[in-house]
């Protein structure tokens, strides 16, 4: 652990990609040898940034009364254990919750009011992992270490249970290179020399094995690191038994389906990932997942229903990891200088929320790599998965593509971002002229369409003069003003849209689960959150009750915000109302706007066929 900045004279200081990684990491790709290249770049980073931690705590004080060790004493018991063991040092550094704690460690230590607390927190837990490295390192040593609730949590070794909760908030920790002694108030916990099997009051970190023979890897299943999660420090949640055995099933069963379908990224993922941190599970179809750029190779994801479920989210959070991991080389963007202007934002097909343009990458990268997924699969042997996979690769594919299209040749992406963006269109234009059945095509379309006409609902204002011009000439009995069609609309974020996905997830029970209970327009809701009688309708391609149920709606009270979208899709299919479907689709927000203001300042609410076909007269539609 000495000094980060020193590099030897043959070597540069700085770290630089192979244009061999590098074309294979802007394809969406990357091979094991990316992988190495990735890992080195992020070990270094690592290195610096514990140093920095190091140089901003200096000076800081300790609660001696809770006879923690002063960083420096645990930096020292780093580099005694580095120098017996650098394996076993990198093993803790380059945990992933290693990234998560030093970065906000440092964000704590250099933000503008300090929150002692939360530092001195931040600070003990180097102690804990320095405590780890050494037990690794097989080398004696007495340190004191944090505890929480009796529990007291060593990154990568496990968790001891004291026989009852610790009287302060630290406890002593003893190595004599074979075994470790966790003293607590009312008894010890002794532990070792193998830290993989449990003991009593010792609960081992948990593996999951990926695939077998000579090419077997593994992944923590991380319950323990209290940094294991990405937004602040976590307790210990210990699975049970059934769990545990129910996680492996399924990354068995995703294991052997990316093998199949994506085996040069699954050596790079072997390679790549570290860790599965459990979180509660979430619904079908809808399952919860996230990762860090600083926290490489973690991935916090729920339980999913079935392991193709997983394999496609394992390889969504890599693509993310890679991606990360590149930007920590070469920035994509270029920073915004115009720090007094509020962000420019995008519509992203994948999410509810409008997205700055280094998150739009980021989903562009993770998506893409979902649509190479589900593309591959669709030739897998088990048929039954063929409607889905046909399905998710079309709506990934089309969305991919369509986003690339926003973001392609924007002025802040530097020669990198260019040539990533590029190098992803060229791949998804060969995509774009595979054929694909048509049933899950139009579903995967209007899920699309869908999607898009209610994020247009949610955050996109007209223009109110206009829309006050427009009141009149309805009230008025004259055509509605062209310049509907021209005055662009402003993005004003809607927190409260949410389940802008309800038909994609509606076509994907469709597809797998024909005659289930999502069918219902009474329990929707139960089934899919956020899906009312009328997506459930539509779903089913019952329009005409579709359109009926709506318009009622509208005409009775205030509609929900994505009423008009869903309108739209209920008029696909009557010719008559084709300008008032395409109208709805692209610029639902006119009519929102327009009807508000005619009930608000008028009393009125106006037939909504009628006043969607009176826009679409009046003028094309601007976006």
């Given at each position: 652990m000495g000094p980060a900045d020193s590099a030897p004279a043959d070597r540069s200081a700085f770290h630089h990609i192979s244009e061999a990684a590098l074309r294979g990491l802007v394809r969406g790709g990357g091979d094991v040898h990316a992988l190495d290249e990735l890992l080195s770049a992020e070990r270094s980073r690592r290195l610096l940034l514990l140093r920095a931690l190091l140089d901003a705590s200096a000076g800081h004080l300790q609660d001696h009364e809770a006879r923690f060790p002063s960083v420096h004493e645990a930096w020292r018991l780093l580099?005694?254990?580095?120098?017996?063991?650098?394996?076993?040092v990198d093993g803790v550094l380059m945990a992933p919750g290693t990234g998560t704690w030093v970065s906000s460690a440092l964000r704590l230590l250099r933000g503008p009011a300090r929150e002692e607390t939360a530092v001195r927190r931040a600070l003990?837990?180097?102690?804990?992992?320095?405590?780890?490295?050494?037990?690794?390192?097989?080398?004696?040593?007495?340190?004191?270490?944090p505890a929480h609730e009796g529990m007291v949590p060593l990154p990568g070794l496990g968790c001891a249970v004291l026989p009852s909760g610790p009287k302060g908030p630290a406890v002593r920790v003893a190595g004599d290179g074979e075994?470790?002694?966790?003293?607590?108030?009312?008894?010890?916990?002794?532990?070792?020399?193998?830290?993989?099997?449990?003991?009593?009051?010792?609960?081992?970190?948990r593996r999951v094995t990926l695939g077998g023979g000579r090419t077997a890897g593994s992944l923590a299943l991380e319950e323990h690191d209290p940094f294991r999660t990405f937004s602040g420090p976590s307790a210990p949640r210990c699975l049970s038994e059934q769990e545990a055995g129910a996680w492996q099933r399924a990354v068995d069963e995703a294991w052997e389906l990316l093998r199949c379908d994506e085996p040069a990224q699954t050596e790079a993922m072997r390679r790549g990932l570290k860790s599965l941190v459990p979180v509660p599970s979430g619904e079908r179809f809808r399952p919860y997942s996230s990762s860090s750029a600083e926290a490489f190779g973690g991935i916090n994801v729920s339980l999913p229903d079935e392991g193709l479920e997983l394999a496609a989210t394992l390889v969504h959070e890599f693509q993310h990891i890679k991606l990360g991991a590149l930007m920590h080389l070469g920035p994509l963007v270029t920073r915004n200088d115009k720090t007094d202007e509020p962000p420019e934002l995008f519509h992203a097909p994948w999410r509810d929320d409008p997205r700055p343009l280094e998150g739009l990458l980021q989903g562009i990268y993770a998506f893409f790599g979902v649509a190479r997924f589900w593309r591959a699969h669709r030739d897998a042997p088990d048929e039954a998965h063929d409607p889905l996979a046909h399905f998710e690769f079309a709506l990934w594919r089309d969305a991919v593509w369509s986003t690339l299209d926003s973001a392609r040749g924007h002025q802040r992406l530097t020669p990198?971002?260019?040539?990533?963006?590029?190098?992803?269109?060229?791949?998804?234009?060969?995509?774009?002229?595979?054929?694909?059945?048509?049933?899950?095509?139009?579903?995967?379309?209007?899920?699309?369409?869908?999607?898009?006409?209610?994020?247009?609902?949610?955050?996109?204002?007209?223009?109110?003069?206009?829309?006050?011009?427009?009141?009149?000439?309805?009230?008025?009995?004259?055509?509605?003003?062209?310049?509907?069609?021209?005055?662009?609309?402003?993005?004003?974020?809607d927190p409260d849209a949410c389940f802008l996905d309800t038909a994609a997830v509606l076509a994907r029970h469709r597809l797998t689960d024909p005659d289930g209970s999502w069918r219902d327009p009474g329990a929707a809701a139960d089934a899919v959150r956020g899906a009312g009688p009328v997506d459930v309708l539509l779903a089913l391609g019952n329009r005409a009750a579709a359109r009926r149920t709506v318009v009622d709606r509208m005409m009775a009270g205030d509609p929900a915000v994505g009423s008009w979208a869903a309108l739209g899709r209920a008029v696909a299919d009557v010719p008559e109302w084709l300008g008032a479907h395409r109208f709805l689709l692209e610029s639902p927000q006119w009519a929102r706007a327009v009807r508000d203001v005619l009930l608000a300042e008028y009393g009125e609410r106006p037939e909504p066929l009628a006043l969607a076909a009176w826009l679409a007269r009046g003028a094309r539609p601007a976006r």
């Open positions: 580099e005694r254990a580095q120098a017996a063991a650098p394996d076993a003990e837990h180097l102690s804990a992992l320095a405590v780890a490295a050494a037990a690794r390192a097989r080398i004696g040593f007495t340190a004191w270490v075994r470790l002694t966790i003293t607590g108030p009312d008894g010890d916990v002794v532990v070792g020399p193998d830290w993989d099997h449990p003991a009593p009051g010792w609960r081992p970190t990198l971002g260019n040539r990533l963006l590029e190098s992803l269109a060229q791949t998804c234009a060969g995509w774009l002229t595979e054929r694909l059945p048509a049933r899950e095509l139009r579903l995967a379309r209007e899920a699309a369409d869908s999607h898009r006409a209610r994020w247009r609902e949610h955050h996109l204002r007209p223009s109110p003069d206009v829309v006050h011009e427009a009141t009149r000439a309805w009230r008025r009995g004259e055509s509605c003003p062209a310049s509907v069609g021209t005055a662009p609309s402003s993005l004003r974020p």
